[in-house]
């Protein structure tokens, strides 16, 4: 059972356009929300993150959008450059006694074409 | 500084044999968590240590099993290797369990299982 779900594989934009990376949970147990990239042989690196207590969290070019209600959050990337193609994978965290888990969702890849 | 690295590279074994990887985090992390990444899959968490001891434990059979060393760097064993073993191994280091926007990533190893 997908507990985090992105549900677009893939997405292309052109450069200089707004790239939008949807994410949806299930599980209100989550409080804390990430987003990753990865690059083609190499790990995946932290881009951003939200508490669920926040709507929105910015960070240069990218903003992250919480909506609890609906178990959906959302990156943006503005302007998108070439070098934003990357897999963009949607992770949240919750409580897990004395431990914290880390559920990731499958990935979406985003193309930005010059 | 050097990132997190895990050695091998790549690896190609056949089923029923036994791998070892290895993992050294960043200069000053203390935890160290593994990952399991099937192709077109999000990271699946596997084991967590925290000061040579186990943290948490994702939702994998008793062929996988990891250990830390004093000097923090670890090694993930999987022993009576499936071809489902197949995927890119991820390790991951922190200074302390939980801090996910400050976890680092090696590149990882790919594995194939013949």
């Known amino acids: 059972d997908q507990q985090v779900k992105q549900n677009s594989p893939s997405l292309s934009v052109q450069e200089g356009r707004i790239s939008i990376l949807n994410c949806d949970y299930t599980n209100s147990m989550f409080d804390y929300f990430l987003w990753y990239k990865k690059y083609p042989a190499e790990g995946p690196t932290f881009l951003i993150s939200?508490?669920?207590i926040k709507d929105k969290n910015e960070d240069g070019r990218f903003t992250v959008f919480l909506n609890k209600s609906a178990k959906h959050l959302s990156l943006h990337i503005v302007p998108s450059q070439p070098g934003d193609s990357a897999v963009y994978f949607c992770?949240?965290?919750?409580?897990?006694?004395?431990?914290?888990?880390?559920?990731w969702g499958l990935g979406t890849s985003l193309g930005v074409n010059p | 500084d050097a990132g997190v690295t895990q050695s091998p590279t790549h690896l190609i074994k056949t089923r029923g044999q036994q791998v070892t990887l290895r993992c050294s985090p960043i200069s000053g992390h203390k935890s160290v968590s593994w990952y399991q990444q099937v192709l077109g899959q999000g990271p699946q968490f596997i084991f967590q240590y925290y000061e040579k001891e186990e943290r948490g434990r994702g939702n994998f059979p008793d062929r996988f099993s990891a250990r830390q060393f004093p000097n923090y760097s670890s090694e993930l064993n999987v022993n009576a290797l499936l071809l489902g073993d197949s995927a890119l191994y991820l390790c991951?280091?922190?200074?302390?369990?939980?801090?996910?926007?400050?976890?680092?990533f090696g590149p990882g190893t790919r594995l194939t299982v013949l």
């Open positions: 992770a949240a965290s919750l409580n897990a006694g004395n431990n914290r888990k880390l559920i």
């Open positions: 939200i508490s669920s």
């Open positions: 991951a280091s922190s200074l302390v369990p939980g801090l996910y926007n400050e976890q680092f």
